[in-house]
């Protein structure tokens, strides 16, 4: 019997959106529920072998993802086709519009709660939505609390206006990822030295950068001197979309630098603690170009090896800036130990980074030094818009040409103790 489950839900599933265990999915009933092992799910398994009608096309339909040749399933409260609510919106603790479903299946939270923390456990009763049988929480992408007001919350940030959904294609829309931040330097004569490293805007005050893009080494004779935001195309002082000529951009911002925060642990031509804060002269207001981006909760766990990622710029690195138009490129998260296999030669990965591309046509040269490797948040949260993460740094890597390479960013979770010890009030 157990061989003939899995025999028909491997043979007729084939190209279904491949999740991994434990992963939030949506059953062919449109109910929330978890991707787990077939054998794991006593719904469907159970259904099957007392030959429920209509169970083997719903377990079917139900795949999921693989682990091996074992297939995954969306495990939801039911085996058989039928009309069920869609669960209710709600709102999270920490602002992320979300649906609210039963505890159990909410992994996110009742994992966070089996450590018996006490802010999971906060947090957890914060997101209390109902009851139904069980206990309904508002179930988003976060099991912790934000620690900080100095950074916005997640109606606030990670938003972007007009994009809705990621378009294929290297080169962004005007107004996508508008958190992303040119550096601009100086020669020690005073003469412009151009665009060599890009941060992200994470709140009204404080860019997010790499410290190599700050701190730089005496043989390059230029020093950061401005930030510039709401950039997309450099080239052209009013930056209109190429299909719609009457949607532009607002102008973009040129502003001098208050304070730079270089982490105490950097070390020049070291990659370790590759991260730093910029304070701008003022306070910046939001616009469609111009927005914050979400950071991670401190104790986001590590992005999962092949998990879908993105970075985006002009290509600017310390030596030069290569494109006149933002341009994005989409990555794989690539496994720690592939990377310390390929990246021996200048000391590997550890915690305190994350490793990804590498493959043929991830060419990071696409992104900036300094800027954000990002999520989105649609993988975790299928209810809502895309809202968008930043989970690195980009760091160093061998740069650009060189395939089969992963570059190296800074894990930002880990450094998020540091950052929000960093800000000061606006
Ligand atoms: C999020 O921040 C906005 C703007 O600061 C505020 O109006 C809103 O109440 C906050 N929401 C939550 C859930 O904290
Ligand atoms: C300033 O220095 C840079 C690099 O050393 C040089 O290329 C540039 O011509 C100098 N500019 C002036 C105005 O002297
Ligand atoms: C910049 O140029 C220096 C010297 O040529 C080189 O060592 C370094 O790797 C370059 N950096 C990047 C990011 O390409």
């Not at 910046?284 to 985006?312: F, H, Q």
């Not at 710029?313 to 290569?322: C, L, M, R, Y």
Request: proline share 5%; with cysteine.
């Amino acid at each position: 019997m157990y061989t003939k489950v899995v025999y028909f839900l491997t043979s007729f599933c084939l190209s279904v959106l491949a999740l991994d265990i434990g992963d939030t999915c949506i059953t062919p009933n449109g109910e929330v529920a978890n991707c787990i092992q077939h054998t794991e799910c006593h719904v469907i398994k159970n259904a099957i072998l007392s030959r429920v009608e209509g169970a083997k096309p719903f377990a079917q339909k139900s795949k999921c993802g693989n682990i091996g040749k074992s297939p995954l399933v969306c495990c939801g409260t039911t085996a058989k086709f039928m009309t069920i609510a869609p669960p209710k919106k709600c709102t999270t603790p920490n602002g992320e519009s979300a649906s609210c479903v039963p505890l159990s299946s909410c992994k996110l939270i009742s994992d966070a709660l089996e450590t018996h923390d006490n802010d999971a456990e906060k947090f957890a009763k914060e997101s209390h939505c109902g009851h139904e049988r069980e206990q309904l929480v508002c179930c988003g992408s976060e099991a912790y609390p934000l620690r900080t007001n100095l950074l916005p919350n997640r109606t606030v940030c990670g938003e972007q206006t007009g994009v809705v959904r990621i378009m294929g294609g290297e080169e962004t829309k005007i107004l996508e990822f508008p958190w992303m931040a040119l550096l601009m330097y100086n020669f020690h004569n005073g003469s412009h030295a151009g665009f060599r490293c890009g941060g992200s805007v994470i709140n009204n005050r404080y860019v997010l950068t790499a410290a190599h893009c700050v701190s730089i080494s005496e043989n390059l004779p230029i020093y950061l001197n401005k930030v510039r935001l709401g950039e997309w195309k450099i080239s052209t002082v009013e930056d209109c979309d190429e299909e719609f000529p009457s949607n532009c951009a607002d102008p973009v911002i040129d502003l001098n630098i208050e304070e730079k925060i270089v982490h105490p642990q950097y070390k020049l031509g070291e990659g370790k603690n590759d991260i730093a804060l910029l304070r701008l002269e003022r306070n910046i207001e939001y616009t469609n170009s111009i927005r914050p981006i979400c950071l991670p909760v401190g104790e986001s766990p590590d992005p999962r090896s092949r998990s879908e990622m993105y970075v985006a710029g002009w290509g600017a690195t310390e030596n030069s800036s290569s494109s006149d138009v933002k341009l994005k490129l989409k990555l794989q998260i690539a496994s720690r130990s592939y990377c310390n296999e390929r990246l021996n030669s200048i000391g590997g990965v550890d915690f305190t980074q994350i490793c990804a591309g590498g493959k043929r046509g991830e060419d990071s040269c696409k992104g900036d030094s300094g800027g954000p490797l990002m999520r989105s948040s649609t993988s975790e949260n299928l209810n809502a818009n895309p809202k968008w993460f930043q989970e690195g740094i980009v760091s160093r890597g061998i740069h650009c040409g060189i395939r089969g390479v992963p570059g190296i960013y800074a894990r930002v979770a880990y450094y998020m103790h540091w950052i929000i010890d960093n800000l000061r009030s606006f």
